[in-house]
């Protein structure tokens, strides 16, 4: 295999004044021709420099090459001049970046960018140059290319426009395409549709990859070769197998082992105290209207339709789904942060659906919640003892010195130093300021704490501890959560049981390990295989979900799922299946759910 | 369609707002218009009688509805000092003010355009410093100091330029930059502004690794986009503008719009002030109406987000 | 990821002050103090009496012992801005505190109801804006007579819409924050909600607002007075002087050009300390 891209003790600084701060040192990497190569690091590890630094993009934002040799096709373009790196860029060298709604021009066509890109490598004619970018969105399988070029950028879903700017990137054939975290910004069944797209490509066009991701399962997905980046260095670089079966560097050992970890531990088996029910809700929904125009019926969402489930005490109940799905707005329902338009919610066996102002105040003391943004969940004016204090200050009389010392307990209690309750929310890490969050939602002892995504902005390793901690305090002060997060393995890890939906609707809900092994709705069997997974043996071509989320506004009839779903009839598409109870605590609502072994086998 | 209609609607109601407010300015505040008139020295019959001949001893609302539907028929009201139907004046001295408010905006967005783009082009370099510092100095300078001093440097000392009056082309030249020269400082910086956010956007970076040349991403993507905030300051500085005549025309001593309302103010002819400001509020409205119907058509964002 | 890291790191790098916004600064924070001290303590300063008329220094240019010459009734021009700066000082805050304090309150109501009383709020505020600042400043003082007080009040009702907007798009900003979010889940109510997150968050931006205000309504001010709606004193404010020193361009060009010098100046340094201030905020928008 003729070697493609070889980097040599490249090194890369960021301009901060007058000092230079190194970005990156001394990395060394080979891509050969038709290779996928992954670039796996944590934020800040300096692998998106990197690939700035290969399209000398690095130079307009503000920083530099101070070191080291890029050669590609054995010329070294860390010297050349910007003038020739245009013709280098987009014909022979392409790149894909993390987020496709920002990554086009909104005020331009997809057609106009084609164009521009087209003809600004080759010398064809504007319609020759249309005609190519036609065949170009067939052949990233997008319905109906010829009207899509006519259209906005914003008129096509987050998907789309990916298939889209990887489109744009293929426009002249590149040698070198560089995916910068391309599925990150996706739900997880248009994540398995992108990568096996990438795959496709790489077969039909022989091109070579440089995907940089944080996840390790994607890496493994995709990967022919993997290097991990830590602190600016690749420190561990080979093959696929070798890094996953045998990682040799302790940080790349400590990044499979977490991973790992995700998957063999559950919570489903482990002691939960007992069968007293918390918290409750009884066939609730919520819409939100639509801003609509003067004289037209007005539009709704349909955020949550008719929920039932229930949490025990000491329990997890983990919620997963795909954007507008609901989860969010079913969370806000139940602590009351949103009425729900019908239904009933029960506290302890009571109602606590429009109460008096003194029931919510005590509802709230006993029910609280940890939001995704860490940063922006604390307020930036005040001290940390000024925040995890602020439910004592609204729900007690507590003197200012009872106040701080219940501060310093819960501090150490989500493992923070006592002593910086004095300093300001900006001066913590993420892990640090979610830790923070947690001590505020604690504090008053409370029996049931809403998870909102409350680990999915951090880091792998990050993100295993802040667990770690929610389990610990589960324990031991026998606390209730539901657990929202997108990312499947998580909340396999962390929760009792978990409950899967889509469209508003809770589909499936089951102990977390059957749910995982048997599942029972073929949505929530999808889910599972577009899960990307580091266990190599596994890794196969699979089966995928074809189709789009389709719009909450306008969710399909019947079956939500159906227009997806490979085992639809025309049942599925008249008629809403209801929840039923299929075994024990496992509820599904299909009309063919998948519990016969011939089912499933249709599946393949 | 529908939006336009719909945007007419609006534009008619937010007119009809600003007769209401002008109204209630000027009879509900505590100062009497008839004890204005008559002086200060004048006995009480007097007053009342000049009240009476005004028609301002009616009860406030039949007031109201009299000057709603006079304005459906195109009255205005008659001028207090000599009695002529206010929208006559009125159009006698539209002419001028319109030609000056044009040509200042003229001046202010092909300075303003240009600065900017040199400003953002040049970042934290000399050239920059130096337009931002110009531009700092014409927000803050009050327009009729910059007409006076015009005036010295180009009428006085140099001879080159009339310093009053209206009519030729000449003479629009000075007071044009005049009240140009604000106009032109708001936009420079607000162009600059745009220009460095809109670079800050992920799809330059993307652009770049396509190979697309930085005087075609400045020029079409860029330029394009930092545009867009641009056109609705344009009817801001319309109405600034238009406002703005009203001291530049005393200064160059041009006919107008302007002149109209602070001769007024003298003779305390309360209707013609109150017919001058409704005019100024209408065409305000209209010209952002206009600029909201265009900025659909310039932005497809706007469209797509009401679909 | 690395994304967000890269900008944070670029924003840093932004040079915050260069010795010569930071000159720049300086010079102005020196200015306002200047004139503030001008208006407290005017005979102090003054050189001359601004009231003191002597036919035979009359039209005098610029002198060491006139600095920045003499009117058409021989009063020292240095002394009347002196005295004058009392006004622009007096006009410019209150009337900012009263725009921005009434209009802070209806952003901070509207922002937070954000329903048909905040409808009703901004429609209003729409059509205020309709009529350009100056002009309804002119018919306050045409309606009411020329006062200071008047020229107040209408110099606030012009303002009262931009503040009001500005206010209410930062409440209906921070009102989503987390935080917000975050404590009402807790259990504190409305009042504790607005009085301890949104106001003390929502703040900031309208203090550079108000700043650069000062400027606005001096502008405005002067402008009113140049055009004769001002107050009508023994001493001619600053726009009052300016429009006597029009007359008198051909043959003295110094009593028209230092009183507006003086009105640049001022406005300039109250800009510059509102930009400084905004930097300071956001470092982000150091670049602006």
New interface residues.
């Given amino acids: 295999m003729r070697t493609l891209l070889e980097i040599r003790n490249l090194s890369v600084g960021?301009?901060?004044?007058k000092e230079v701060?190194p970005?990156v040192r001394n990395v060394n990497l080979d891509i050969g021709s038709g290779e996928i190569v992954c670039l796996v690091g944590?934020?800040?590890?300096?692998?998106?420099?990197t690939s700035l630094a290969v399209?000398r993009?690095i130079d307009?934002?503000?920083?530099r090459i101070t070191g080291g040799e890029i050669l590609f096709q054995e010329e070294d373009i860390a010297s050349l001049a910007?003038q020739e790196?245009?013709?280098?860029?987009?014909?022979k060298i392409?790149?894909v970046?993390?987020?496709p709604m920002?990554?086009?021009?909104?005020?331009?066509t997809i057609g106009n960018q084609f164009v521009?890109?087209i003809r600004?490598?080759k010398s064809v004619s504007r319609s020759e140059a249309w005609n190519e970018a036609i065949g170009l969105l067939e052949k990233v399988h997008i319905p109906e290319p010829a009207s899509r070029m006519k259209q906005?950028p914003?008129?096509l879903s987050g998907g789309m426009l990916q298939r889209v700017?990887i489109a744009?990137?293929l426009?002249c054939q590149p040698e070198l395409l560089?995916a910068d975290?391309p599925t990150?910004a996706l739900d997880v069944t248009i994540q398995a549709q992108i990568l096996n797209l990438l795959l496709e490509l790489r077969a039909e066009e022989g091109m070579s990859i440089l995907f940089i991701t944080?996840d390790l399962a994607v890496a493994a997905e995709i990967a022919d070769k993997v290097a991990v980046m830590h602190e600016g260095s690749i420190v561990e670089q080979g093959t696929a197998l070798e890094i996953f079966a045998f990682p040799g560097h302790w940080y790349t050992k400590s990044l499979v082992q977490s991973k790992h970890d995700l998957l063999t531990s559950s919570a489903s088996d482990e002691n939960r105290q007992d069968d007293e029910i918390i918290l409750e809700a009884e066939g609730i929904s919520k819409v939100f209207p639509l801003k609509s125009?003067?004289?037209q019926p007005k539009k709704y969402v349909q955020a949550v339709d008719e929920v039932s489930l229930y949490i025990r005490k000491g329990e997890t109940l983990g919620l997963v789904g795909e954007s507008g799905s609901g989860k969010s707005t079913l969370g806000k329902l139940l602590?009351s942060?949103q009425e729900a338009d019908s239904g009933q919610i029960l506290y302890r066996g009571k109602d606590v659906t429009g109460g008096t102002k003194r029931e919510?105040?005590e509802l709230?003391?006993n029910?609280?919640?940890v939001?995704q943004?860490t940063?922006?969940?604390?307020?930036?004016?005040w001290k940390v003892e000024e925040?995890i204090g602020?439910?004592l200050r609204?729900?007690t009389r507590l003197s200012k010195g009872e106040i701080r010392e219940r501060v310093e307990e819960v501090l150490q209690l989500v493992d923070l130093d006592p002593a910086s309750r004095t300093r300001y929310p900006h001066e913590f890490s993420g892990g640090q300021r979610q830790r923070i969050?947690i001590a505020?939602a604690i504090i008053l002892h409370p029996e049931f704490l809403l998870l909102d995504e409350a680990v999915s902005a951090l880091d792998l390793a990050v993100q295993s501890k802040v667990i770690e901690l929610l389990k610990k305090l589960q324990q031991e002060m026998g606390l209730s959560y539901v657990f929202m997060a997108h990312g499947l393995d998580v909340v396999r890890d962390i929760s009792h049981r978990i409950g899967v939906m889509y469209l508003g609707r809770i589909v499936e809900i089951a102990p977390a390990e059957e749910l995982f092994t048997k599942p029972a709705h073929p949505y929530t069997k999808a889910l599972l295989e577009a899960n990307p997974t580091i266990d190599l043996d596994h890794k196969r071509k699979r089966h995928v979900l074809h189709g789009e989320i389709p719009s909450p506004v306008n969710p399909p009839a019947g079956c939500h799922f159906h227009t997806r779903c490979p085992l639809a009839t025309e049942k599925c598409r008249l008629e809403a299946p209801a929840m039923e109870l299929l075994i024990g605590e496992r509820a599904v609502a299909c009309h063919y759910p998948l519990e016969k072994k011939e089912r499933v086998e249709l599946l393949r | 369609m529908l939006y336009v209609l719909s945007r007419f609607g609006m534009a008619a109601g937010v007119i009809l707002g600003s007769v209401t407010l002008v109204f209630i300015i000027v009879n509900i505040l505590p100062g009497d218009v008839a004890t204005l008139l008559a002086g200060d020295d004048v006995p009480t019959e007097t007053v009342n009688q000049l009240r009476e001949e005004l028609g301002l001893d009616r009860p406030l609302i039949s007031q109201y509805l009299d000057y709603i539907a006079g304005l459906f028929q195109g009255d205005l009201g008659t001028s207090y000092a000599n009695s002529e139907p206010v929208l006559d004046r009125l159009l006698d001295n539209l002419g001028p003010t319109l030609a000056l408010t044009i040509s200042s905006m003229i001046v202010a967005i092909v300075l303003g355009l240009i600065l900017g783009i040199l400003s953002a082009v040049y970042q934290n370099k000399l050239l920059d410093g130096i337009i931002r510092v110009l531009s700092l100095i014409g927000v803050s300078t009050p327009n009729f100091w910059i007409g006076i001093l015009l005036i010295w440097i180009f009428s006085v000392q140099l001879h080159l330029l009339p310093s009053i009056g209206n009519g030729s082309f000449e003479q629009l030249i000075l007071p044009s930059i005049g009240l140009g020269i604000t106009g032109a400082g708001v936009i420079t910086r607000l162009i600059r502004n745009s220009i460095l956010e809109a670079s800050n956007e992920p799809f330059i970076r993307s652009l770049r690794g396509k190979g697309i040349g930085q005087r075609a991403i400045l020029f079409k993507h860029i330029l394009r986009h930092a545009l867009i905030p641009a056109v609705t300051m344009v009817g801001m500085i319309f109405g600034e503008m238009l406002a703005g005549s009203v001291v530049t025309e005393t200064v160059f001593s041009r006919q107008g719009l302007g002149r109209l309302i602070v001769d007024a103010i003298d003779q305390k002819d309360i209707p013609i002030i109150q017919g001058a400001i409704l005019f100024t509020a209408a065409f305000y409205v209209v010209i952002n109406m206009l600029v909201d119907i265009s900025y659909r058509y310039i932005d497809p964002r706007i469209r797509l987000n009401e679909k | 990821m690395m994304i967000g890291s890269l900008k944070r790191i670029k924003s840093l790098s932004y040079r915050r002050n260069s010795w010569w916004t930071g000159s720049l600064l300086l010079l102005s924070t020196g200015f306002i103090l200047f004139i503030v001290i001008c208006s407290l303590f005017p005979d102090q300063i003054a050189s001359h009496s601004p009231t003191r008329m002597d036919p035979s220094d009359a039209l005098l240019a610029p002198s060491l012992e006139h600095l920045l010459g003499t009117d058409q009734f021989g009063r020292d021009i240095f002394s009347l801005i002196v005295h004058g700066s009392q006004q622009s000082v007096v006009i410019g805050v209150l009337s900012v505190l009263i725009g921005g304090g009434i209009g802070a309150l209806i952003g901070l109501v509207s922002g937070y109801c954000n329903n048909a009383l905040d409808n009703t709020f901004m429609r209003i505020m729409d059509i205020i804006m309709t009529i350009p600042g100056i002009m309804l400043a002119i018919l306050v003082s045409a309606v009411l007579g020329p006062s200071t007080l008047n020229l107040i009040l209408a110099v606030s009702i012009a303002s009262l819409p931009g503040y009001a907007r500005v206010m209410r798009g930062q409440v209906l900003h921070v009102k989503d924050a987390g935080y917000v979010h975050a404590s009402r889940s807790i259990g504190l109510g409305h009042t504790g909600r607005i009085l301890f997150h949104i106001l003390p968050n929502s703040l900031p931006p309208m203090l550079v607002m108000a700043t650069i205000g000062v400027g606005n309504a001096i502008l405005m001010a002067t402008g009113l007075s140049f055009l004769g709606l001002g107050t009508v004193h023994e001493i001619p404010d600053w726009g009052y002087l300016l429009s006597l020193g029009r007359d008198y361009l051909t043959v003295a060009w110094w009593i028209g050009f230092f009183p507006g010098l003086f009105i640049s100046l001022f406005v300039i340094s109250v800009n510059i300390l509102g930009d400084a201030y905004r930097n300071y905020l956001d470092p982000r928008s150091a670049t602006s």
């Fill in positions: 960021i301009e901060r004044g701060i970005a944590g934020s800040g590890s300096g692998k998106t420099v399209l993009l307009y934002e503000g920083g910007q790196m245009n013709g280098i860029r987009g014909r392409a790149m970046t993390q987020d920002t990554a086009l021009n909104p005020v331009f521009e890109v600004k490598h906005y914003l008129e700017a744009l990137a426009a560089i975290e990150t944080h125009k003067p004289f602590v942060l919510k105040k709230r003391k029910t609280q919640v939001f943004d940063f922006s969940a604390l307020n930036p004016r925040i602020e439910p609204v729900h969050n505020r």
